[in-house]
């Protein structure tokens, strides 16, 4: 079974750019996750989906992210314009169902932005 | 609201030796999940271990066992017999039934020494 892919794995860009970010979760997978994790820290949840729905939101900083689920299938996160601040691994994960009352999350190898 | 704390940033033990990882949570949920979830240098998150917050019996996966302390909010990871490979950044983590939502705490950088 294909596992979560996600691309570009590495990213530099200068602050102002703007960056995006794919993933493909697990087929059949009818939630996506996306995290961003900052070095030495725990992964922060910035958005879920269910299908195309999202179900939570709440930690996107809505002025520069956003995201989209086209079809209820693979993901697009992007950055515009890019603080320093982003600079980080954006994790991508999916779930059979709603989450953890199917089963776990499975993760991609992540995606890692280095704003200059 | 659900938060997750963990507060050994690092630690470290010797190969065949038992260690414990701490961690406590919140949630105002009355359904939930928690989870420890390895994440080796430069790898992939993978879950270790998983427990239902209505099941009283502690889970355990192989050399992987849990202490769940529901009226304390405690859930810690037991590793037995480490290995080598078990040199990794743990997570714990809290998980809503109803949402789905799942929330991780800050990491513990473990160090299994030869």
């Known amino acids: 079974e294909a596992g979560v892919a996600q691309s570009p794995r590495y990213k530099i860009i200068e602050k102002r750019q703007s960056v995006a970010f794919w993933c493909n979760p697990i087929s059949g997978h009818a939630t996506l996750y996306w995290y961003q994790q900052i070095l030495g820290q725990g992964p922060k949840l910035l958005i879920q989906f269910q299908n195309n729905g999202v179900v939570d939101d709440s930690q996107l900083p809505k002025d520069r992210f956003s995201a989209e689920r086209l079809k209820g299938v693979d993901s697009t996160l992007k950055i515009q314009p890019a603080k320093l601040e982003d600079s980080a691994v954006y994790l991508c994960?999916?779930?059979?169902?709603?989450?953890?009352?199917?089963?776990?999350?499975?993760f991609g190898e992540g995606s890692r932005l280095t704003v200059l | 609201a659900q938060t997750v704390t963990q507060s050994q940033p690092e630690m470290s033990v010797q190969e065949a030796e038992t260690v414990t990882l701490s961690c406590t949570y919140d949630t105002s949920e009355n359904n939930y999940y928690l989870f420890w979830y390895k994440q080796p240098p430069s790898r992939q998150m993978i879950l270790v271990i998983r427990q239902e917050a209505y099941k009283q019996q502690n889970a355990t996966e192989n050399r992987f066992s849990v202490n769940f302390q529901k009226a304390a909010k405690s859930f810690s990871l037991k590793i037995s017999d480490s290995q080598l490979g078990d040199t990794a950044m743990y997570f714990c983590a809290s998980g809503s039934s109803n949402t789905g939502k799942l929330i991780f705490g800050q990491g513990t950088t473990l160090q299994v020494k030869p």
């Open positions: 994960a999916s779930s059979l169902g709603q989450g953890v009352v199917t089963g776990e999350l499975f």
